[in-house]
């Protein structure tokens, strides 16, 4: 299982990071990660013009796409595009941020997990 990780560098320039969720097998459960502590969760819908120019994350917290398909572009030019089901920690709280949009124009749900 993997997230996608957006953070600020020295100079204040956005990335992005693949990063790798060990997970160990913990029988009939499934396989499981370390428990990560949160401070809470925010439900979010979004209208289907959403358009945010460059912008810094408010906290350092997780973003579960729970539908729809957004594009984010790093300070530095780089875009990706994710859709429901993806997992983001956004990290850039400080420095040139990043923008993001909808790539498809309908309303669109996610999570927001402070860390």
């Known amino acids: 299982m993997k997230y996608t990780r957006i953070f600020a560098d020295g100079n ?57 398909e957004i594009e984010i572009e790093t300070s530095l030019g780089e875009k990706r595009q994710f859709k429901g089901g993806d997992v983001l920690l956004v990290e850039d709280t400080t420095g040139k941020g990043h923008r993001t949009r909808n790539v498809i124009a309908q309303k669109r749900q996610s999570l927001f997990i402070k860390l």
């Open 12 to 68: 204040g320039d956005s990335h992005f990071e693949e990063v790798e969720v060990g997970l160990t097998d913990q029988g009939m459960v499934g396989r499981l990660s370390q428990a990560v502590a949160v401070q809470e969760m925010i439900f979010r819908e979004n209208e289907p013009g959403y358009d945010w120019d460059f912008h810094t994350a408010p906290a350092r917290q997780f973003i579960v796409l729970l539908d729809g």
